[in-house]
């Protein structure tokens, strides 16, 4: 009995093990096929369209989902579905129909049931059921036929799969790396390449200046057994969305050597927006390629430091360049500038007339900015400026800083004579004025006499302000006569002396060899000698210029007091409007007139004043004389020119402005007419007294001519009275 058991119960596991088997078989060569399907299927389309990683990615998850799904309903399920012990019963009986329903009862049977023809019952159909398996081989339950299509299918899958790894595994090795999502591309004839571009974040761009003219340049590469496509065609997408189409041109003769290649370009316009490119030649696709558009490198800020030369004892600045108009001669100079983007490399040039020089940048750490050296100054020049970013665009054209060079000027010297003219004595003192004025200081400055052949040297003293001096030195001849250390040479009349003012500054070339200071010099002040009676001569010819001149001046004082007279003289058939038009017209000439006046008189005191201060400081012996230029004509006319005259002027233009408020007053106030007439009579004494002096001089003149007769008759008497005693002693 317990044999008989076990053997319905090997034949139901045997059973259940061939089926699952079988379903197992199934499924394994159901994945083979329909892998193998898709694989050859997938070669075809990666092989000509070579879809990207993530085409590639979602086609393989696609397949898979697809897959299972697919298996799960013809062989899987059924695999992974638990096969009861009466379900197996049943696919026997069906295949050996003789055992009835013997084994389902067999298997079936409760073992515990009392019921003893219930157990008779179940012993009878065990007993039929083994007496059958004992008569037969294991039951085939599984239709092999409908599996052979299959398993055919998967060892032709396996068949080709290894013949395709034996005779192309270089092809099958790119095939499967692909699979495995690399980037790697399928081996071509044609190997296309563009140098301008970069790998950046997973794409190849390549940044390119905005509207600027660009040229792609393409390489067919021609090493390893390729070939050269005979076009290269260009797929072009916008930014915006627009598409074209475009064939590149083949550039010249293919070279050869290790790099030998074929280059074609295509011109591109000016770029206003990034574009998409996909290059297609022979069997060679490249791309998509991204030409991104970039603003070109420039300067945004320039600042300058200026280190002046030492000598100047300027201290260093620094200012924005527009607010630096010129750089001092020979200071350094220092370039501040800041770029609009990250710059890579900056080239610097200083050209100065026909020569340029390299000058070395410093970009700073971010890259934001640079500094450049500029060596001393000695000439304008410019800095050229071409900048790098980390893109690889230049900035066009180069940048362009002129630097304007502030030379470093002579001192500027002027002497100017102060009382004293061109014509003087030998005693004579001449008061000078010496103005210099230097850019950054005068180191010394001297005051030269020029006589006979021998130059004196007087240093003058520098005051608190180093960059401009000025001095009024007075050179008396007497005292430097007398002088031992000096020695001047006695003076004659006719003799001819100079005077000339010298400046040196504190300039220092960068030049070399280096410069020495500037020098300068003034004009040269000659004077001739004569003696006192010749000087006073020449001055009275210019006193009399000045009375003649005067005297048109007090005619025309005279004048406006005659006109100050008519201003209320009404004519007759003259309208009110008219006479008020014309008392302002004539209260406005009295105005212009008393004006003109005060200049004249201003002028010839001024003439006076010369030619008192050149009677003293040619040290003529007539204090008589000087005393009435002085307090007789000089200073009444100063009184008139700086009092009377103004506050004449003044006065006129206070009538005019009250002409219209007061009608039937005079036009021009009594008390303006009385100081008129005490102006004019003023004028008048101060004429007098110019006569009086002309008179004095004539005077003299005529004294001085009797004193040259008979100093003249008397040589000739005591010639006379030589010769006669000469021809006495002779007889």
Known sequence: MPHRQALIRRTIDTVRARVRFALAGETAARTTVALAVFLWGWLVIDRLLEPPVWARAIVFTVVAVWLVRWLWKHSLSALVTRLPDSVIASWVERRWPE????????????????????????????????????????????????????????????????????????????????????????????????????????????????????????????????????????????DDGGRSRRQLSSIGEATTGPDAHQAYRMKIDRLRQDLEIRLRGGDARLGPLLIEVAPRPTVTSVELEVTPPEYTGDRTYRHTADAIDRIPEGAAVVLHAVSNKPLKKVAATMTRGEGAELLGAQISHDA????????????????????????????????????????????????????????????????VRVAILDDYGVDDAALKLTARDRTLSFPLALGPSPDSLEAAPRVDLLALRSDPEQSLPRLEPGDRIQLQATARDHYQSASDPPAGPHESTSQSEAF??????????????????????????????????????????????????????????????????????????????????????????????????????????????EKIAAGGLPRLERDAKDAAASLGQRPDEPALPEQVREQLADVVAQMQGALNEMKAVETYNEVLALLRGIIDDQREISDKTGDARKASLKRLLLD
């Open 99 to 238: 055992l009835g329903e013997t084994l389902l009862t067999a298997l079936g049977a409760d073992e515990n049931d009392p019921d003893p023809m219930h157990q008779q019952l179940v012993s009878a159909a065990r007993e039929r059921a083994e007496e059958v398996l004992l008569l037969h081989d294991e039951p085939q339950v599984v239709d092999t036929r409908r599996l052979r299509p299959w398993f055919w299918g998967a060892t032709a899958a396996i068949v080709s799969a290894g013949a395709a790894l034996a005779l192309t595994p270089t092809g099958a090795g790119v095939y499967l790396r692909r699979l495995a999502l690399s980037e790697e591309l399928w081996p071509r004839q044609v190997v296309l390449r563009a140098d301008a571009f970069v790998m950046r974040e997973g794409r190849l761009v390549w940044r390119a200046p905005k509207d600027t003219p660009l040229e792609l340049e393409v390489f067919a590469d021609l090493t390893g057994g390729h070939i050269a496509p005979d076009t290269v065609e260009a797929r072009l997408r916008r």
């Open 368 to 431: 934001m900015s640079f500094s450049i050296a500029v060596p001393s100054l000695s000439e304008a020049g410019a800095i050229e400026i071409t900048l790098l970013d980390q893109d690889g665009i230049d900035s066009q054209p180069p940048y362009r800083l002129p630097l304007r060079v502030e030379a470093d000027a002579p001192p500027r010297v002027e002497l100017t004579l102060q009382g004293v003219g061109r014509v003087i004595t030998p005693d004579a003192v001449l008061p």
């Open 528 to 637: 001739a000698i004569v003696t006192a009676e010749d000087l006073v001569a020449r001055l009275e010819e210019r006193e009399v210029n000045l009375r003649r001149t005067f005297e048109q001046i007090y005619d025309e004082a005279r004048s406006a007091e005659l006109s100050a007279d008519r201003l209320d003289l009404k004519q007759q058939d003259t309208t009110p409007e008219d006479a008020a038009r014309q008392r302002r017209l004539g209260l406005s000439r009295l105005v212009e007139q008393f004006s003109k006046l005060t200049h004249d008189v201003a002028s010839v005191a001024a003439g006076f004043g010369e030619i008192h201060n050149e009677l003293v400081n040619n040290r003529i012996q007539n204090d008589d004389l000087k005393e009435r230029i002085e307090l007789r004509i000089v200073r009444p006319l």
